[in-house]
């Protein structure tokens, strides 16, 4: 069975505090891995990986990728308080380009 | 353009009563996607469509869950007779089927069963 593990389960920082998720996975077949944001509603989609060692950044979110070591992390620096989120990791894999494994999540916390 | 857009927001039901869960796609999105997400699980596919027709329904919990996707802008999915441990939120996505991994979420529908 596909698995996707992130760690720490919950973060709590201040405003202004560099951040680093992180998710590790052992699947099947691996064709992506996707990082996504979810605020109170629904997750929101952040970056997809595919290959070792190219950062993906958007603004002060950045992530990275391991294949060999079968894990992503995700920084993020200068954190504020609409950060506050619980972060999601999934990966597709298997034959097909639909089916994603959802970790169960990082809860971050940022205060002022 | 609106997002997925889901209904109801919340939902309390009582066990063994029917529940119907509703979602309208984003326009243009030919794949459409329902979620449960609880604290003990995350969030785990329960069945997944491409152009109205169900391709993957290994997420199903049971006979009781019933899915359905009459055209392309409008889904259901049915818990009947419901149990408390059908607690969860329930979200429905939709994507392109060539980038089925960038799925777009709606608001999710809260269900509560006493």
């Known amino acids: 069975e596909d698995k996707v593990v992130q760690s720490p389960l919950s973060l709590v920082v201040h405003e202004g505090d560099t951040v680093t998720l992180n998710c590790s996975y052992e699947?099947?077949?691996?064709?992506?891995l996707l990082w996504y944001k979810q605020e109170k509603k629904a997750p929101t989609f952040l970056f997809m990986l595919?290959?070792?060692?190219i950062e993906k950044k958007s603004g002060r979110l950045s992530s990275i990728l391991d294949k060999k070591e079968l894990f992503s992390i995700l920084n993020i620096t200068a954190t504020q308080t609409g950060d506050s989120a619980v972060y999601l990791c999934a990966v597709n894999s298997g034959g097909s380009n639909y089916k994603l494994t959802f970790g169960k999540g990082t809860l971050l916390t940022v205060n002022p | 353009d609106a997002g997925v857009i889901q209904s109801p927001r919340h939902e309390v039901t009582e066990m063994g009563q029917e529940v119907t869960l509703r979602c309208k796609p984003i326009s243009g999105h030919n794949s459409l996607f329902w979620y449960r997400q609880t604290m003990m699980r995350g969030l785990e596919l329960l069945i997944y469509?491409?152009?109205?027709?169900?391709?993957?329904d290994s997420g199903m919990p049971e006979d009781r869950f019933s899915a359905k996707m009459p055209n392309a802008s409008f889904s259901t999915l049915k818990i009947q007779p419901s149990e408390p441990r059908d607690s969860a939120v329930y979200f429905c996505?939709?994507?392109?089927?060539?980038?089925?991994?960038?799925?777009?979420f709606g608001p999710g529908t809260r269900l509560t069963v006493t």
């Open positions: 469509f491409n152009n109205n027709v169900p391709i993957d």
């Open positions: 996505a939709s994507s392109l089927a060539r980038l089925s991994y960038e799925q777009y």
């Open positions: 595919t290959s070792s060692g």
């Open positions: 699947v099947t077949n691996f064709r992506s």
